[in-house]
DNA sequence: GATGAATGAGAATTCATTCAT
DNA sequence: GATGAATGAATTCTCATTCAT
């Protein structure tokens, strides 16, 4: 199974997050998704071996985009809170932008077979998260803490309001997103 | 006659519970968590519509507790750091002791049948928070906010690092407990 | 398995036609009748042996009912037309007000299980019928043939439009009614 | 890629008669029928929607096949006793010939599955019959009422002697056969 | 490389029947 | 005698996957 044609593994992954977010993962079948994708199901079989490793692969991708996300390829990472701020909001307009890839993520990350793969694979996902933070601890900009904490002190409570949003339609105005920057901010800075 | 039993209703959701945390939703077949609860999958019906009522049933089921675990009994909910600190403990205990019933429950909330049962039978899961809620922010205890924002910004942070410990199996401490409460209260605290 | 209440044999009778008339005999299911005839369905089990047994002897039941529906208590069977013409109304009127049960004996006929009854049983659903016909063709009132034939060319085309009629909803008027008796006794009359 | 095979249907359908014909409607599962057709009964579901709908196809096949039976290619419908007996014979031979078909056919034509076909269908499985019947009536060959009744007088008693000799064993003979079509003649010409 | 056809395995669910009270 | 509880076996149907073209 080689890699032949990327534009349609994308159409697949496309057609995978659709099927997804909308049936569930126990809703999802491959032809639903073959489907969706306007391909033959067995034509999926050319490109992944089978429906988990495409499940996997496409998490993969997603996550690593997203690893990406928070930071902009100029930014440089000065650690100051506005960098944080910065960081904070690529991270909020991403996931906005993406919230049908963010869901899929979200829907997955508590399955048993993405934890698997997150411990096999031992994924980093945003080596650059781990200098930028201990740098900080050095400079005394924030609390100095394990980085898991900060991570989550940081990002947890934005991701939670969004998710929340997204059940709900209403979405966060910009004071309240300010708000909860600051309110994040304060948890981690010194 | 014999005589229906209350006790099997528990058993099969402390079945259901195990075979969706250790083969995920898409991998639970009635005939498994029959199996697993030693009752005919026939059995199942008597007490459950079909498979969606059942997970819906247990999911409301958990929340319920799980929005009474914050509350002793007895606790004056005056309004202090103190106050929450304790509601703050108590969640994380009630986390900890039950982490099967937690990672079930994320392990939905994502998923769509459970976003249509949030939205029909709008469970107010935890009433008590918004007086206290409301009582904090009038006192100046806490920044006058939405009670979502703060909601989230207490919760989110503890309740991803125990997922998260849970996945890598490095438990946090006493010492990074109190630094995660006292970021949190940071957060919300005037 | 002995007789207990005969009435409760009545009402799951009646149950069960209503049930095989709505739903055919596939769809009927032994909860279905028992709800309907509001008994458990473990009581049926005390007054039938299986549900294979219950449509047989229910059969069987409704068929001699119908073998004695031509036939009024004092009629003296004299081998005129005029006998003919009240057998045949009085099969016509008995078809009309009990179309359900004739309904169920026609859903059946048909089927394998019910062969097997005929077979075994030999019911013979109308003695009387013989020796009207045989006194008739000694007679010369009605032509010099087989019993069954006469019988078909008698009683089957009303059969045929009575069926017809109850799935179309249009009614044979007395006009009608008349000319099919006529044109049937002109088949069997010498 | 294989080619979607018509004589498979054919196979199903020849497979979903022999069942049926000897375990009943209720009697008959997918999976006998697919082992009797020797597909696997996923296959069934590539040719049809589902039970229902393969029943309802193949009553309809059935249905339509028997009403060109009793016309053969080439007969000439002139208005005469003749081409009653030819009609009439040819149909009594396709039944003969196709008992299996035409047991399958009165099994279900009694089933409300099949009603309903017959109410959303409409299939006039015969529009030649009305043409022949109104001449005839202009004609003075045959009496003048319904059409319905004619047919009824004509073809049910033999119809019903068929479905008869079939259970018993017991065969028409020739000249049988030719006092029911007499009969059958008496009863519907003027 | 792409695909419609085909299928074995398994899913949810129902059913006739038995059991314990 | 009557019944709700319980279930093994069967039913319809779907699905991931393979095959032949």
Redesign the interface.
Known sequence: MRIKDDEKVTRIYQAAIKVV???????SSMSKIAKEADVSAATIYLYFENKDDMIKKLFIHLKSKMGHSYFSEESDLSSSKGTFRTIWLNHYQYVMENLEEY?FL??FS????I?RI??ENKVDYCPTFESLFDKSKLNGLI?N??N??IF??LF??????V??SK?TGKMLNTN?LI??FE??W???SK
């Open positions: 977010n909308s049936d569930g993962f126990q809703g869901n979200e829907n508590n399955c048993p077979l934890e997150e411990d609390i803490t394990n898991d904490l989550s002190l947890s409570p934005i991701n939670y309001l998710k929340k059940s309240e708000e909860v309110a994040s304060r948890a981690i």
